[in-house]
């Protein structure tokens, strides 16, 4: 990162226009001190100008000295330009593999910390490979993946193995988690990027580099065994797949590699339900809402059914959302004579409003 004082802005905002880019600019409207320099960026002034006219009678002050840039997501050369102005960018322009490179080149070359919500494993492995041995030329940090993709996982990951590892002195050998009661529902960019995931073939990416993956028929079953159901003894609860595990396991393994939880260290991550019936309906969710996006003709009637670009969960929602996510950390055991010597650890992030759009 460059000298706070040589670039205008402290942070910009990329893709304020959108559902959660209006979000974040609230969120730095009510809590950022007065001193903070934020600035906005969108590709229609118009919509620019009418999310700052709908914040001006509530923050008159912070609004007036918002920055504004008005760019498209492929102009190279003007997003060169506006980075160079500030030190952060926060992007929330998405589907990112569709329009989140270009941005985050101009970080990499100018030495601009950046970060953003995507979730969208490939694409980020992809910019890994391009662009992190510019920007740690350029003393820049790119950080992916702060939103509810990876932020329970990862956080929850790191407060249970760190437990493990102060309180016994023990590597952690498995890790699982689980939804255990959550209501939240998703933005309409969010939909728009599940169906777009799906674009980014090269699947065999770096993140699976730092991790031991079953082939061929193993790696299938392993596959098909995060489709299953079964009862939890430690949570007490029914478990069924959830979609973020896709997503979540492979970063937390990666992690695991850099972080060095535990030499034989494993990931689970699942949905609770109270019944087996509701672990059931999950599966078949999922199963469904999965095929959809590989089966046009179901892809195209889902859409319809779900929020659109720009849309998201109401205020209402947004604060009636909660999330109740708990792990189960274990030990290697204390003497390998003795397996059954491993200790355990519990682990819970209680969250009390909506977890993807108004708390990560
Ligand atoms: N990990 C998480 O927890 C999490 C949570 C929320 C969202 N997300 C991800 O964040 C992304 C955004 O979601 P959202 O619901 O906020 O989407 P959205 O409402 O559709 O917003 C998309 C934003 O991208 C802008 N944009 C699109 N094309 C552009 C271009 N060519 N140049 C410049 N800007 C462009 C849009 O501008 P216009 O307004 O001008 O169209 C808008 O500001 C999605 O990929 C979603 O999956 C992740």
Avoid at 152 to 171: A, F, Q, R
Avoid at 260 to 276: E, H, N, P, V, W
Avoid at 285 to 306: D, E, H, Q, W
Wanted: glycine fraction near 8%; hydrophobic fraction near 35%.
């Amino acid at each position: 990162m460059s000298e706070t004082n040589e670039r205008q802005y402290d942070i910009l905002i990329w893709g304020v226009t959108g559902f959660t880019g209006t979000l974040v600019y609230e969120y730095f409207l009510e809590h950022g001190n007065e001193d903070l320099r934020v600035a906005v960026g969108g590709r229609n002034e118009e919509k620019i100008q009418k999310i700052l006219d709908n914040y001006r009678d509530r923050y008159t002050q912070k609004v007036k000295k918002t920055g504004v840039f008005v760019c498209d997501s492929s102009d190279e050369k003007g997003l060169t330009e506006i980075v160079s102005k500030t030190l952060v960018v926060i992007s929330t322009v998405g589907p990112f593999a569709r329009y989140g490179e270009p941005i985050v080149a101009a970080c990499a070359n100018m030495g601009t910390d950046y970060c953003d919500i995507t979730g969208e494993l490939p694409w980020v492995n992809r910019m890994d490979r391009k662009y992190t041995e510019i920007a740690a030329k350029n003393k820049a940090h790119i950080v992916s993946m702060c939103g509810f993709d990876c932020i329970p996982s990862e956080l929850g990951g790191l407060m249970v193995t760190k437990e493990i590892k102060d309180k016994y002195k023990l590597e952690t050998r498995d890790l699982k988690a689980t939804f255990f009661e959550y209501t939240f529902s998703p933005s309409g960019g969010t939909i728009e990027t599940m169906f777009d995931v799906k674009l980014e073939k090269n699947i065999e990416n770096d993140t699976y580099a730092y991790i031991e993956r079953k082939k061929g028929i193993a790696g299938l079953f392993s596959m098909l065994k995060m489709f299953r159901v079964y009862y939890d003894r430690d949570f007490k609860r029914w478990q069924s797949v959830f979609p973020s595990a896709f997503v979540d396991i492979p970063v937390v393994l990666r992690t695991n590699h850099f972080n060095k939880y535990g030499s034989k260290f494993d990931y689970a991550l699942t949905s609770s339900s109270k019944s087996i019936f509701g672990s059931i309906i999950t599966t078949i969710a999922v199963i469904g809402f999965m095929t959809s996006i590989y089966i046009p003709i179901f892809g195209s009637i889902i859409r319809k059914l779900l929020p659109k670009p720009g849309e998201g969960p109401s205020l209402e929602q947004r604060v009636n959302g909660h999330l109740d996510f708990r792990l189960i950390g274990v030990s290697a055991p204390v003497s390998e004579k003795q397996p059954e010597s491993s200790k355990k650890v519990y682990g819970r992030i209680n969250i009390s409003n909506d977890p993807g759009y108004l708390e990560t």
